[in-house]
């Protein structure tokens, strides 16, 4: 499943990669405090990204909550940039709505919360819908929501489910578009 999804990762990066004039930014990076954690997004077309991030993700179910330490991947396609500047809107920083493919991997070690850990690993992959925005002194605000499917290496608690995800932070970096 891993394979797959990077496999797809790459290609999506080559596809796009040769396209010249970029909307969205060469390189930003973003340190979190909700989920906490360091995330780097970085162009490969006009107006899409791929992210990455580390760090940890709050989960919770109906026996509790944790934070699990995670990585995660998403191959964003933002669709309103040319909107948000007919309206004088800010795009830096990626300020922008997104869909994306995304997949995270998170180890089955809680850190904080009242879950039982497992062995081992599990994780989600699926489409979402997100909003992101980075203010002129670097503050960032993304939300995304989406279902998909979510397998674990341990239990049989394979399915689908929704997901959430809310992260605040700061941009520290971001690389000058090619305009």
């Given at each position: 499943?891993?394979?797959?999804?990077?496999?797809?990762?790459?290609?999506?990066?080559?596809?796009?990669?040769?396209?010249?004039?970029?909307?969205?930014?060469?390189?930003?990076?973003?340190?979190?405090?909700?989920n906490p954690g360091l995330e780097y997004e970085f162009g490969v077309?006009?107006?899409?990204?791929?992210?990455?991030?580390?760090?940890?993700?709050?989960g919770a179910n109906s026996d509790g909550y944790a934070f699990f330490?995670?990585?995660?991947?998403?191959?964003?396609?933002?669709?309103?940039?040319?909107?948000?500047?007919?309206?004088?809107?800010?795009?830096?920083?990626?300020?922008?709505?997104?869909?994306?493919?995304?997949?995270?991997?998170?180890?089955?070690?809680?850190?904080?919360?009242?879950?039982?850990?497992?062995?081992?690993?599990?994780?989600?992959?699926?489409?979402?819908?997100?909003?992101?925005?980075?203010?002129?002194?670097?503050?960032?605000?993304?939300?995304?929501?989406?279902?998909?499917?979510?397998?674990?290496?341990?239990?049989?608690?394979?399915?689908?489910?929704?997901?959430?995800?809310?992260?605040?932070?700061?941009?520290?970096?971001?690389?000058?578009?090619?305009?």
């Amino acid at each position: 499943m891993r394979k797959s999804i990077l496999t797809i990762l790459v290609l999506c990066t080559f596809l796009v990669s040769a396209q010249t004039q970029k909307n969205v930014e060469n390189g930003q990076f973003k340190i979190n405090f909700i989920n906490p954690g360091l995330e780097y997004e970085f162009g490969v077309g006009t107006d899409q990204t791929i992210d990455f991030g580390i760090g940890l993700q709050f989960g919770a179910n109906s026996d509790g909550y944790a934070f699990f330490p995670a990585i995660n991947g998403q191959y964003r396609y933002y669709y309103n940039f040319k909107r948000r500047l007919e309206r004088d809107k800010r795009t830096r920083g990626n300020s922008a709505n997104y869909l994306a493919a995304s997949g995270t991997l998170f180890l089955e070690e809680v850190i904080v919360g009242n879950l039982d850990s497992g062995d081992g690993y599990f994780g989600f992959v699926g489409p979402v819908y997100g909003i992101q925005r980075t203010y002129r002194k670097g503050f960032n605000f993304n939300l995304e929501f989406g279902v998909g499917y979510y397998f674990d290496n341990f239990l049989d608690d394979d399915g689908f489910g929704p997901t959430v995800s809310l992260s605040i932070g700061w941009v520290l970096g971001q690389g000058k578009r090619q305009k």
